[in-house]
């Protein structure tokens, strides 16, 4: 069964810098698409970053220049950089993988999911 389970959300105020993780239980899916999702209350779901077998990464553009994807083959673990965070970040973060490999990681390509991890910015 495949477990994605993420870390590292909390509490910070404007400005201020997280580091999500984000451990995968299935190494395979380490050379898939691997990408950050979040949703607030009473929004839709919003693709933040993807990263494809290659490293290459695409980003929302409302996190452009702030966000920092990456991931770590070694330890199976996907990670966001979040920095100069501002109150319209705050939601809950999902990492998710496919279990496919795609030539472009679109946000309908994901089949697995994690339970999410909270973050909130206060101004």
């Known amino acids: 069964q495949v477990q994605l389970v993420e870390s590292g959300g909390g509490s910070v105020q404007a400005g201020g810098s997280l580091r999500l993780s984000c451990a995968v239980s299935?190494?395979?899916?380490?050379?898939?698409?691997l990408g950050w999702f979040r949703q607030a209350p009473g929004k839709e779901r919003e693709g933040v970053a993807a990263?494809?077998?290659?490293?290459?990464?695409t980003y929302g553009d409302s996190v452009k220049g702030r966000f920092t994807i990456s991931k770590d083959n070694a330890k199976n673990t996907l990670y966001l950089q979040m920095n100069s965070l501002k109150p319209e970040d705050t939601a809950m973060y999902s990492c998710?993988?496919?279990?496919?490999?795609?030539?472009?990681?679109?946000?309908?390509?994901?089949?697995?999911w994690g339970q999410g991890t909270q973050v909130t910015v206060s101004s």
């Open positions: 998710a993988a496919s279990m496919f490999s795609w030539r472009l990681c679109r946000p309908d390509v994901y089949n697995y």
């Open positions: 990263i494809d077998s290659d490293g290459y990464t």
């Open positions: 299935r190494s395979s899916l380490m050379s898939r698409c």
